[in-house]
């Protein structure tokens, strides 16, 4: 990276360092506390603004094998009964949720099964679960319900169950195809297990089918980069997310390079961005547009992603499962993260909630304009007409700055970030941050 690389005077680390993060909120989860909790139940017993769209979340936290860039919360040694008390729990969550003032009667948006990996459970286990959840909220107005897959994780009759039980956009975790990589970064699949499911994922004719990239894991190479965009475009998805490796505090890889154990060969920021610049390129001569920061759908296509945007335009979310983050009337609030806590407490008939956060009006714009910015434009009558803000005034010296350094543009009333600005993204929403945010531990 050179002196006059962008990155450079916005103090951006030219190494991928412990503790770098993929922006999913604001402000920073670690000032979230134990103190505000009154505050999400005060928030949950109080009527819902009615144009607020609400969104739920369900996480299924069992994995095979935890791979070693992996931050979430899983877990790799649970029994089919084990299995099966966790998902009953988490209907009886969203039973409680359901009778919520704020909830009550709302239709949902969306659904968004996540993980660890839903694709674990077995067919028996996935449709007692929707069948469940479908009885306790309405369901009607549901525009996309994702599921995320495991390719080695994946049979022909788990299939055609996530497809009958309603899932529209089925999202497939293949981060890569070269069988080394993903060796040596834990992944549970191998090649031959994408190949093998996709002609059955064809065959169900899913309304979306998604793949997952991640760029810069470790042993990644150009040529193994190239072979795995074009073994990606090859399958034809309706639409692929790229993601760049970071390296949360709470992951395998993380612990080693903080306890000097051993070094991690991670790709540094700039070859990172090359490689997701070229994937760009690729999928765009493909026939492939750009619609956010990580994202690429077929042009021309009706492929959406109803999660992403309701999300980054305000959305109410009920976050379900151990450790899962929810959004009500503008108060952030996560669950139990360990497995005992969490499932006590719900069967014990109570909502789990263990730390909150209770936003201002200015904390719940900058939340949308950081988020909205991965979009790669936003358009400041929007904030005017929710907000009642002029964002253009309000941030001007940190768009100027911004501009300065040729990573967005302002022209005709609109931000557009540069593609250099789209590609870190995530390293430059910090400078919209409050002054007492920045340079905290983000989670």
């Not at 479908?134 to 390719?151: H, K, L």
């Not at 293949?174 to 996709?198: M, P, Q, T, Y």
Request: glycine share 6%; charged share 25%.
């Amino acid at each position: 990276m050179s002196k006059s690389d962008p990155a450079t005077s916005l103090g951006e680390p030219r190494e991928t360092e412990v503790g770098s993060v993929f922006v999913s909120n604001y402000p920073p989860y670690s000032f979230w506390d134990m103190e505000h909790v009154p505050q999400a139940r005060e928030a949950l017993a109080s009527q819902a603004r009615p144009e607020t769209p609400l969104g739920l979340y369900l996480h299924i936290p069992f994995c095979r094998k935890r791979c070693k860039f992996c931050y979430f919360k899983v877990y790799t040694e649970k029994n089919s009964q084990e299995v099966s008390r966790y998902l009953v729990a988490l209907g009886r969550e969203v039973e409680q949720f359901a009778n919520a003032t704020a909830v009550r009667g709302r239709p949902l948006k969306f659904v968004y099964v996540g993980g660890g990996t839903p694709s674990f459970i077995s067919a028996k286990h996935l449709r007692g679960l929707m069948a469940g959840l479908q009885a306790a909220i309405p369901w009607d107005g549901v525009e996309e319900v994702t599921f995320e897959c495991e390719p080695g994780t994946l049979t022909r009759p788990k299939l055609a169950a996530i497809r009958e039980v309603g899932v529209t956009r089925l999202s497939l975790g293949v981060e890569n195809f070269d069988d080394r990589v993903l060796e040596e970064n834990g992944r549970a699949h191998l090649s031959k297990e994408i190949f093998r499911v996709a002609p059955w994922i064809r065959a169900l004719d899913f309304d979306q089918v998604n793949i997952d990239l991640i760029a810069g894991m470790v042993s990644e190479t150009w040529d193994t980069w190239k072979d795995t965009v074009q073994k990606t475009i090859e399958m034809d998805p309706d639409s692929v997310t790229i993601y760049q490796m970071e390296l949360p505090f709470n992951t395998v890889y993380s612990r080693r390079m903080l306890g000097d154990s051993d070094f991690v060969p991670v790709a540094d920021w700039a070859l990172k961005r090359e490689w997701h610049d070229y994937a760009f390129a690729q999928f765009e001569a493909a026939g492939y547009e750009v619609s956010s920061a990580y994202t690429v759908v077929k042009r021309g296509s009706s492929t959406r992603f109803v999660y992403r945007d309701a999300m980054w335009h305000g959305a109410d979310l009920l976050g379900t499962g151990v450790a899962s983050f929810s959004h009500v009337n503008g108060v952030h609030f996560q669950n139990e993260a360990g497995w005992e806590p969490y499932l006590t407490r719900v069967e014990a008939g109570g909502l789990p909630i263990s730390r909150a956060f209770s936003t201002t009006a200015r904390e719940r714009l900058t939340r949308e304009l950081i988020l909205q910015l991965k979009l790669g434009t936003i358009e400041p009558e929007y904030f005017r007409d929710k907000f009642q803000a002029d964002i253009l005034q309000d941030f001007r010296s940190t768009f100027e700055h911004l501009q300065d350094k040729n990573l967005l543009r302002v022209s005709n009333g609109s931000v557009r970030l540069s593609r250099q600005g789209l590609l870190r993204v995530d390293s430059l929403l910090p400078e919209f941050y409050d002054p007492k945010y920045r340079g905290a531990r983000y989670t």
